[in-house]
């Protein structure tokens, strides 16, 4: 009898073993080798994306105001960038809707598509954590969003060689390497922000007029000969042997077309920006007569100026270096030059 009873209880618990194992949830198991990492449907959906990063911790303790988070909440400390469509356009709802670069963000929203699962690098908590893929631990994290509404959530954590790093999504426990470096998925806006919003002002210039007072007033003139091709740059206000130096003036139609704006301040001017008592004035025109008025000032604090241009409501932040160069290359001394004017290379217009 007491054989029975001891067979019963190693029978039971052989079954019970072997149920356990029919119903443990296998991480993997809705995981297939080589299919997208962040599904098709959402990557077509999606319009609207917050990028965001961690704080590098400190040496010997933890991120300032750190703390451990559950799915789906806020972490403090974290950098972070919106891009949202509206209207057919991206636009960074955190830079007063100034548009977003639309072929950098397209560039993107296909990387993140073209993520593949390959092999499982891990699949513990303890990994997510060593990985740096957790919801309160990460290099980078990407919400996809549409309506409003999550889609997919993108953790991206070490890199683990060149141009990779280890990434899972909200719905995987599994981490996988993936081709996608975490300085791709910047969080400062100035990467985001449209390349073409000063192009577009000094794009085809046919006339720039640099300087406010007539003491330091240059009237710049795109010279062009008889079959209509530019050739110079001249200023009808001189005379004699005082004429435009046109390599100076090229160089600084070449500045004001590669301006890079780091951030958008707002769209009121505050006093501090001193817009009343601006370090340049600019007026350019194309050869549509097109005039846009741009206003160069450096901030009572602050390592930058703020530029105020006419065909736009912003007020843009350019880097002290930026702005102090353009100051530079405007100025008269550079621009206007005595004697006879430097030959032209044959076969140069």
């Known amino acids: 009898m007491r054989i029975v009873t001891a067979l019963s209880v190693l029978l039971a618990l052989q079954l019970g073993g072997a149920l356990l194992l029919a119903t443990r949830h296998d991480p993997l198991a809705s995981a297939k080798f080589d299919t997208p990492l962040v599904p098709a449907t959402v990557m077509q959906g999606t319009d609207d994306l917050i990028i965001e990063s961690k704080?590098?911790?400190?040496?010997?303790?933890?991120a300032t105001g750190a703390a451990d988070a559950t799915a789906g909440s806020a972490v403090p400390d974290v950098a972070r960038v919106e891009i949202l469509k509206k209207d057919g356009k991206w636009i960074l709802p955190g830079q007063f809707d100034a548009p977003a670069d639309a072929q950098?963000?397209?560039?993107l929203l296909e990387r993140l598509g073209a993520l593949k699962r390959g092999l499982p690098v891990a699949t513990s908590d303890a990994s997510l954590r060593r990985f740096k893929v957790t919801d309160s631990?990460?290099?980078r994290r990407v919400e996809?969003?549409?309506?409003g509404s999550i889609l997919d959530t993108?953790?991206?954590?070490?890199?683990?060689?060149l141009r990779k790093s280890d990434a899972r999504t909200g719905a995987d426990h599994a981490i996988y390497a993936v081709d996608l470096p975490a300085y791709e998925l910047p969080t400062d806006p100035g990467s985001w922000l449209s390349a073409d919003l000063l192009r577009d002002d000094a794009e085809g210039l046919a006339e720039l007029d640099v300087g406010a007072s007539p003491t330091d007033r240059v009237q710049l003139r795109k010279q062009k000969d008889a079959g209509g091709q530019s050739t110079a740059w001249t200023d009808p206000a001189l005379s004699g042997n005082v004429h435009v130096d046109n390599a100076h003036a090229q160089a600084l139609v070449t500045q004001?077309?590669?301006?890079?704006?780091?951030?958008?301040l707002?769209?009121?001017a505050r006093p501090e920006w001193?817009?009343?008592?601006?370090?340049?004035?600019?007026?350019l025109k194309d050869d549509k007569s097109r005039s846009v008025d741009w206003s160069l000032s450096k901030p009572l604090s602050g390592d930058y100026y703020v530029l105020k241009s006419s065909a736009h409501p912003w007020f843009f932040s350019v880097s002290a270096s930026q702005g102090k160069a353009v100051i530079d290359a405007a100025g008269r001394d550079q621009l206007v030059a005595s004697g006879k004017p430097a030959a032209k290379p044959a076969g140069k217009s």
């Open 55 to 62: 704080p590098a911790k400190p040496v010997g303790g933890a």
């Open 104 to 107: 950098r963000v397209s560039a």
């Open 137 to 139: 631990d990460f290099e």
């Open 144 to 147: 996809l969003k549409a309506g």
């Open 154 to 161: 993108l953790y991206v954590g070490t890199s683990t060689g």
């Open 256 to 264: 004001l077309s590669q301006l890079h704006v780091d951030k958008i």
């Open 266 to 268: 707002g769209v009121e």
């Open 274 to 283: 001193q817009q009343d008592r601006p370090a340049l004035v600019l007026e």
